[in-house]
């Protein structure tokens, strides 16, 4: 219980939180960018594309507008079109979305309610009995690799299917030692403002193939052939890169571990705090894996409602909670309904560790310059709510 003596405070739910140095840097580099004349795809992004790729031990990066082209990308350089991509359900709909704009059909397959990433007994039953698949995107939920990553990989190796890491979560996550993005034959990442790196929009694919990179550089500036020529060798987009939001990346570059060190300080923090809670159990994560925690996330048992507990908090507390990861599965979307040509039927597949994890679990606020302070009202806010209920 929260004492009475203690003055209720507000944490938001997010908080970016620039320094004034910050601040500074930002605003010369802003103004550089207007002096001179070149506000998308000039030196920042090159800059931004060459600084990500070595800081995520990668061979090729290429900036994006969106964290959704950054998977359409790869998508089409290695021709989904008019075949099967499967991905988890349990996912933003940006990833099933990005395989239908890329020409293909969708196949989703169930969670392991383990550890909230795709089950590899379900992706077995699906391989087995879905022809045609070209691709499988794993998706890095909440900044947490699959300790099953390697078998998952080697599955889809054999049935010659490649698999795509939507790392959208998981800038700096490793997993025995590797980054995410570099499991894959690509990874693509989200700059969005509530993901581990900010650049208010943007994404970012990386590859270590030369010839997916080459085709990635043509296809996001409208399939030319080469850069300043109106010649064009594919179906491309406007997918082009901004100076402004490299600029801010390469902000995000300068303070990226120390903002990873940060998240993993707090994680560590609320992991300490909610033991012994009942009806809460906190996300099992693997002895060989160091998450980015781009979200806090714990289970509530049957008897916790989320929507309720959520809604004390702020209104009695003044806590804002984030949004779940997700809430809403892709299986479930009514958009599907609408247009049901799109996904291919996964048979036997009732989705009942989706619908499970989706269900049961609730986030807490987790972002670099949230103090030891707010973590512990966070946590007494909870216990105070929980044994009120």
Known sequence: MISKNITPIKVPLLRLDYSESELGVLAEGFKDILKSGHLTMSKNVENFEKQFAK???????????????????????????NKVVI??????????LAAIHAGAKVCFVDTDEHNMQLSIDSLKRILESTPNVACLIIVHIAGVISENIHDIIAL????????????????????????AGNFGFAGSFSFYPTKVMNTAEGGMMVTRDRDIYESAISLREHGKLESGKNIH???????????????????????AEV???????????????LK?????????????????????????????????????????????????????????????QKYPEYVVNTTGED?????????????????PGLTDGEIDYVVDSLKSVVANL
Request: aromatic share 10%; charged share 20%.
């Open 55 to 81: 800081w995520n031990h990668s061979e090729y990066a290429l900036g994006t507008n969106s964290g959704t082209s950054s998977l359409e990308i790869p998508l089409r350089a290695i021709d989904v079109r």
């Open 87 to 96: 991905c988890p359900s349990n996912t933003y709909m940006a990833t099933p």
């Open 156 to 179: 889809c190796d054999s049935y010659g299917v490649k698999v795509l890491e939507d790392a959208a979560h998981a800038h700096g996550a490793l997993f025995k030692g590797t980054r």
């Open 233 to 255: 060798i594919e179906l491309g987009y406007n997918w082009r890169f901004s100076e402004i939001n490299a600029l801010l990346g390469l902000n995000e570059l300068k303070n």
């Open 259 to 273: 903002k990873m060190a940060q998240r993993r300080h707090i994680a560590a923090r609320y992991d300490s705090l």
């Open 276 to 336: 012994n809670i009942s009806g809460i159990k906190k996300l099992a994560i693997h002895s060989d894996l160091l998450p980015s925690y781009s979200k806090y996330i714990m289970f509530l048992d049957g008897q916790l409602s989320r929507q309720t507990i959520k809604m004390l908090m702020k209104n009695t507390h003044g806590v804002e909670c984030p949004g779940e990861v997700y809430s809403d599965p892709c299986h479930s979307q009514p958009v599907f």
């Open 351 to 367: 989705f009942k560790g989706t619908n499970k994890v989706c269900e049961s679990h609730m986030c807490l606020p987790l972002y």
